[in-house]
T-cell receptor
Framework: AQKITQTQPGMFVQEKEAVTLDCTYD???????LFWYKQPSSGEMIFLIY??????QNATEGRYSLNFQKARKSANLVISASQLGDSAMYFC????????????FGTGTRLLVSP | DVKVTQSSRYLVKRTGEKVFLECVQD?????MFWYRQDPGLGLRLIYF???????EKGDIPEGYSVSREKKERFSLILESASTNQTSMYLC???????????????FGPGTRLLVL
């Protein structure tokens, strides 16, 4: 079974609008962490935001926020006020405590921001 | 700033060649990782290392080997390249073996390998 599922291969959004990128996960481990990364066309993965399984509040980092719904096992990334530079691939990833320092990645969502 | 560098951005090799992909990090990180990235499959872990001369298999180690002789350098080796190893290869590092849970991995720019 997929540990991380990103069901949106591609998303379109207009500049200045908000967009939500979906991520669901599967784990039986009570301790885990969820990460979102951005990969521009240059190829380098850029860390955006982190949410721990015991965190009481949803994580936020500037224009990025994480809509964490533990019971539904979802960790959706919300980008507010989209910019042209947000056009990229976005990956959701999970670290389980039992998995040492390994990350398991989803298949990614390509976001295109139009003027 | 953490810097992870990879020896080549683009590489073209022939089937059967031995291929070395080099990765260097400059922040004294203990952990290093090699992933391959394919469209529709995301990133898949090939091998990782948590110390010099130590290595652990990831999810898809077949056809690959690794070497970590120095802490800052982690090499991925394709003993006999095949066309199905055409892919984007990403190296990453993270600070500590038993680090805090929210410790991110830092990635290099990737190497696009084409095997003909």
């Amino acid at each position: 079974a997929q540990k991380i599922t990103q069901t949106q291969p591609g998303m379109f959004v207009q500049e200045k609008e908000a967009v939500t990128l979906d991520c669901t996960y599967d784990t039986s481990d009570p301790s885990y962490g969820l990460f979102w990364y951005k990969q521009p066309s240059s190829g380098e993965m850029i860390f955006l935001i982190y949410q721990g399984s015991y965190d009481q509040q949803n994580a936020t980092e500037g224009r990025y926020s994480l809509n964490f719904q533990k019971a539904r096992k979802s960790a959706n990334l919300v980008i507010s006020a989209s910019q042209l530079g947000d056009s990229a691939m976005y990956f959701c990833a999970m670290r389980e405590k039992t998995g040492f320092q390994k990350l398991v990645f989803g298949t990614g969502t390509r976001l295109l921001v139009s003027p | 700033d953490v810097k992870v560098t990879q020896s080549s951005r683009y590489l073209v090799k022939r089937t059967g060649e031995k291929v070395f992909l080099e990765c260097v990090q400059d922040m004294d990180h203990e952990n290093m990782f090699w992933y391959r990235q394919d469209p529709g499959l995301g990133l898949r872990l090939i091998y990782f290392s948590y110390d010099v001369k130590m290595k652990e298999k990831g999810d898809i180690p077949e056809g690959y080997s690794v070497s970590r002789e120095k802490k800052e350098r982690f090499s991925l080796i394709l003993e006999s390249a095949s066309t199905n190893q055409t892919s984007m290869y990403l190296c990453a590092s993270s600070p500590s073996r038993s680090g805090v849970f929210q410790e991110t991995q830092y990635f290099g720019p990737g190497t696009r390998l084409l095997v003909l």
